[in-house]
């Protein structure tokens, strides 16, 4: 079924007109009365709505059913990765949002060669979140995960350590596998991977030293992209999402 | 270190000349005598050698020991992809190299927009077993996984159904989760996804026909490019590689 985000505000109310973006795409989409389509407010609520009027220009909803969204995992997972470069990072919001992340964290380390300055975060961090919008309405999800950036990699490693796990990904760690990281309950987990040419040693013993747990994520070396990608997807297989 | 993939028959003899690309690369990397480095068959065989000359322009190499590859994965992983569009093949076969796939395989299905001309296949085929080849030297990995073309649909689940697992991933699937399909014991595993569009319900009925399971990747309808990898993280995950 299509689905629309708007603002909270707008699905206040029980019948309510798509604007802007959304209505392009209905447009588009060339929606006709009676048809049916979800709304969400991006935050957990999705509504079951029909196409009350159409003119072809605009299209007005009534509200048929309020519900939570049924497309969330159980589990909530925010990742954590170093700055890479700007087309990678882009890439992994999009991926994160289709796997089901329900917030994406970018923060520099010592090996950062790419981050933005503080006069461009906010148009990134603009286009970012509406990437992850996108990525949310075409996989279906009910909530649009949150995209922000740490000014400091402690920062970074000190909000990562309050989940209920808390994993840090390098690739000389062999002992520790993930299997082993995630034994036992969880509802949070928090995943930081490095940038492009890795995690210095003394970053990985600060992050022990926060309270995060380093393991590896096989024998082979993953791209700075890869690793995130590959290790939420095997958390949501662990976590009984598929 | 740093790993060549050269001929069966280069590393048959215990010394042996870098060329070719394999020389331009040396030269960048500046390797020196003495420095050791990793040579592969690319089909199982991996050697640790040392550089016994070095030109500036011409490395030679002595063979140290021979050695089974130390990265792969002990399960077999085939990844069977329904024709997508050329970029998303692409990054297919760069990012299952790394997550560690046996072979990667693409056929036509109903809804494939996008399928090469048996003209440019020649061409294109070499060009994705490059891209396989790059991935395998940059991950660390001592086979490089060979990605090969079926000409039609029920080929490919004919060949796809000889794995121990053979497994198909359909978005209105929600029963039969991945879990419950690896349950037991497994040693090679086949993951077939749809294109764009997705498959058409004869083609999983078809499937089934041939002796897939078919199985559910989770509320979330991910890209035809997704879906792949998710699966292979997660059957790596599963067989215990991380």
């Known amino acids: 079924m299509v689905r629309f985000f708007v603002d909270p505000e707008t699905l206040a109310s029980d019948s309510l007109i798509l604007t802007g973006e959304n209505a392009q795409h ?49 589990v909530a ?12 990072l882009e890439h992994v919001i999009q991926k994160a949002t289709e796997l089901g992340a329900r917030e994406i964290i970018a923060f520099p380390s010592a090996r950062c060669v790419s981050r933005p300055d503080d006069k461009s975060l906010k148009k990134k961090l603009e286009r970012w ?4 919008q996108s990525a949310a309405e075409q996989s279906g999800r009910g909530i649009v995960p949150k995209v922000l950036t740490i000014p400091s990699y402690a920062e970074a490693l000190a909000r990562a350590a309050q989940a209920d796990k808390a994993l840090l990904f390098y690739e000389n760690e062999q ?38 747990q380093v393991c590896t994520l096989g024998k082979r070396i993953l791209r700075c992209e890869t690793a995130p990608l590959c290790a939420l997807s095997a958390v949501m297989y662990d976590a009984g999402e598929f």
Chains 1, 2 share one sequence.
């Open 77 to 88: 997972v925010s990742v954590y990765m170093a700055f890479p470069k700007a087309d990678k």
């Open 175 to 212: 002992a520790l596998t993930l299997k082993m990281a995630l034994a036992g309950e969880y509802a949070t987990v928090s995943l930081l991977t490095g940038p492009e040419g890795g995690l210095e040693e003394g970053e990985v013993a600060q992050a022990r030293q926060a309270g995060l």
């Open 26 to 74: 209905a447009k588009v989409l060339r929606l006709r009365q009676g048809e049916e389509v979800l709304v969400c407010d991006g935050a957990g609520q999705e509504c079951l709505c029909a196409i009350s009027e159409s003119s072809g220009t605009q299209w007005a909803l009534e509200v048929l059913e309020r519900r939570t969204p049924q497309s969330e995992a159980a």
């Open 129 to 132: 979140q509406k990437i992850a």
